[in-house]
């Protein structure tokens, strides 16, 4: 993979390059394992945590119910900073903020680890979510402005590939900690990784800076209060904690600040988020069509570990060691993806690969007691193969037709969607879940099972519903950065 050159002055065909052109180079091929190993730190925390939370809650002497304002102070923390995240970029150099992300969230990390009440343990968490803000924009940004468009699908299945490994790998490795380790490694463990990523950043991250115009700091206060209330009403949402009424309430409010930041990114010279940018019909279906998708998609990793554990009566590791395929499927599969969107495109891979991930959630309502394990691990594969060929088609196709300038504010915008999207799958997830499954059969475990093939189906239809939105690419949409093996092959 060729990186994009950056400030070299031409040259005849016989002159050497600078030295800072072959380091460029040779940044480049650790460049998507070090923007993979970020990701996979933050993917692997948004999981890992969940397995720990009776006996955290426990160790702090709170009720368990308690702990969810922990899980919830780092997703609104995650919706506060995303949108702030390409001018910090633009402004202080791609290196130094995706550093100091790296640097911030292994401190926060730590101190998590070393909490001695549920209030510090909360606010560490959201000292932590500022650093996650941030690694996974920049980390994109940065992919986009080294890789020319032509490689960018070969980068980006790569650096995906965390984002389904983390929270397969969550499941287990919580478990494994809690049971035979101490909980407050849950939260060490991301340190000697967030050392190893602090320095390759500085030794090999290119730092790419633009000029950048004022803060919008309107539209940063609306937005992202806007965002983080909405994100809140999303955790809560099925809660006992508020009630309906309270919700509608939030969720009136929120809407006003979105709304109130859309009137005011249309009459502002420097908005915070160029809207404009859903002008483009690449970038629009990419964004919304990623949005929706991942409503049904989102919810996956919340059903599974619930059919396997109360329905199917699996521990927490064999559930864990379960979710695996799906993982292996993403790795192992992912030298294909370029060949297969060089062949067919986005519009045709988009489309179809939706509707089969529809149908195969569908086919995961036929999961029960007697299901072959040989067909469980089988469904899980294929599924796997066809979420990581989704999720790089829609990342990749973000930056399909955007320009240099317009990159840092399109991946705030893909990132902030895609933040909202995962909260939404789960909380769509744990409500359809709900509503199929009334309170006196919880305690069966058959009932269960099949209130939960009910949200299998209704999360496969959201799904297949979702490739409405692909249907609005042309052929030949995205070609610059799908047609990497012709360009080599020519």
Not at 67 to 75: D, E, F, P
Request: proline share 6%; with cysteine.
């Amino acid at each position: 993979m060729e990186p994009i050159p950056t400030n070299v002055s031409p040259q005849s065909p016989n002159e050497i390059p600078p030295p800072q052109t072959a380091l460029a180079a040779s940044s480049a091929r650790l460049l998507p394992w070090l923007i993979a190993v970020a990701f996979f730190m933050e993917s692997l925390d948004t999981t890992i945590l969940n397995t720990g939370v009776p006996t955290i809650a426990a160790a702090l002497h709170v009720a368990p119910l308690s702990m969810k304002s922990v899980l919830a102070s780092y997703t609104l923390s995650l919706a506060v900073f995303i949108p702030i995240s390409g001018w910090m970029a633009d402004r202080f150099g791609t290196r130094r903020v995706f550093g100091s992300a790296i640097g911030i969230f292994t401190l926060g990390s730590f101190l998590c680890g070393i909490s001695t009440n549920i209030h510090v343990l909360v606010a560490f968490r959201i000292l932590q979510g500022c650093g996650g803000a941030m690694m996974v924009p920049v980390g994109r940004l940065t992919m986009v402005r080294t890789f020319a468009k032509s490689e960018l699908v070969r980068a980006m299945s790569f650096v995906a590939i965390p984002a389904l490994v983390g929270p397969m790998l969550g499941p287990i490795t919580g478990g494994l900690i809690v049971g035979y380790l101490h909980w407050r490694f849950i939260f060490f463990v991301n340190i000697p990784i967030g050392l190893l990523g602090l320095y390759m950043a500085y030794r090999h991250l290119p730092d790419y800076r633009e000029r950048t115009n004022p803060l919008d700091v309107a539209g940063l206060i609306l937005f992202g209060s806007g965002v983080a209330l909405l994100s809140y009403v999303l955790e809560v949402f099925g809660e006992h904690t508020l009630n309906g009424r309270e919700i509608l309430g939030l969720l009136a409010i929120s809407i006003v600040l979105l709304a109130g930041y859309g009137f005011h990114a249309t009459r502002t010279a420097y908005p915070l988020l160029r809207l404009s940018l859903f002008r483009i019909r690449t970038f629009r279906a990419a964004v919304a069509g990623s949005y929706l998708t991942r409503l049904g998609i989102g919810g996956i990793p919340f059903l599974f570990p619930l059919l396997y554990q109360v329905g199917l009566g699996f521990t927490p590791i064999q559930s864990g060691l379960m979710m695996m395929p799906q993982a292996i499927a993403s790795m192992s599969l992912k030298v294909f993806m370029p060949r297969i969107l060089a062949r067919f495109g986005y519009r045709a891979v988009l489309v179809s690969n939706t509707m089969l991930i529809g149908v195969q959630i569908l086919l995961f309502a036929t999961i029960g007691k007697s299901t072959p394990i040989w067909l469980v691990v089988g469904e899980m594969f294929c599924y796997g193969f066809f979420t990581s060929l989704q999720y790089t088609s829609m990342n990749t196709l973000v930056y399909a037709e955007v320009t240099e300038e317009q990159a840092s504010s399109a991946s705030s915008i893909a990132s902030t969607a895609q933040q909202m999207s995962v909260s939404f799958g789960v909380a769509a997830a744990s409500l359809v879940t709900a509503f199929f499954l009334p309170d006196r059969y919880r305690s069966n475990p058959l009932e269960f099972i099949h209130g939960i093939h009910r949200a299998f189906f209704v999360l496969g239809g959201m799904t297949i519903l979702s490739t409405i939105v692909f249907r609005e690419l042309k052929r030949g949409d995205g070609d610059a950065v799908s047609q990497a093996k012709v360009v080599h092959a020519g």
